[in-house]
């Protein structure tokens, strides 16, 4: 159930929207029931945020709120667990771009930077859901904004991946 920092796999969307200089982070745990659809997959990392991120999120929104960013607090949200999931849905504030059997991708385009997230599952090995994080800084801001956040990043996709192999253990 260790979470480990891996590559991106090379079959995961987010290397289309890859260029030098944009951060690219990914990280993967073994689960019991990898076959779930990936929708629901994504909703066990999504729904049901600990308080110690939501704390986080809301000191988030507090700091960017000044500089008209979106915040959390405003994004359509969907906090209940649904049998499918279809492009434009969200899943808690992220929004759903693309959707295949193996692969999710969420995110938000904003004024200091674009994100996306990957929820996907490596047919080649066995067991394993990575998420994997794309950005895209837009200004000077993005990439302050970036730098301070990503300490915190690490430690909440380790909790959410951990969480995720807890739920699905047999």
């Known amino acids: 159930m260790a979470v480990e920092k891996l590559k991106l796999a090379t079959g995961s969307v987010l290397h289309t929207f890859f260029n030098d200089g944009d951060f690219l982070d990914c990280y993967s745990v073994q689960i019991d029931r990898a076959d779930a659809p990936i929708g629901e997959i994504a909703q066990r990392i999504f729904i049901g945020l600990p308080r110690w991120i939501n704390v986080l999120l809301a000191v988030r929104d507090f700091g960017v709120t000044p500089f008209g960013l979106k915040t959390t607090a405003k994004l359509p949200k969907s906090l209940d667990f649904r ?47 990575s998420l994997a994080t794309w950005v895209r800084t837009h200004n000077r801001f993005g990439k302050i904004y970036l730098g301070t956040i990503a300490p915190f990043h690490a430690l909440i996709v380790n909790a959410r991946l951990t969480n995720l192999a807890r739920q699905c253990a047999q």
């Open 83 to 129: 049998p499918s999931i279809d492009v434009g849905d969200h899943i808690n504030f992220l929004c759903v771009r693309s959707i295949s059997q193996n692969e999710i991708i969420l995110g938000e385009d904003d004024l200091h930077l674009d994100f996306k997230i990957s929820v996907y599952r490596d047919s080649e090995a066995s067991g394993y859901i």
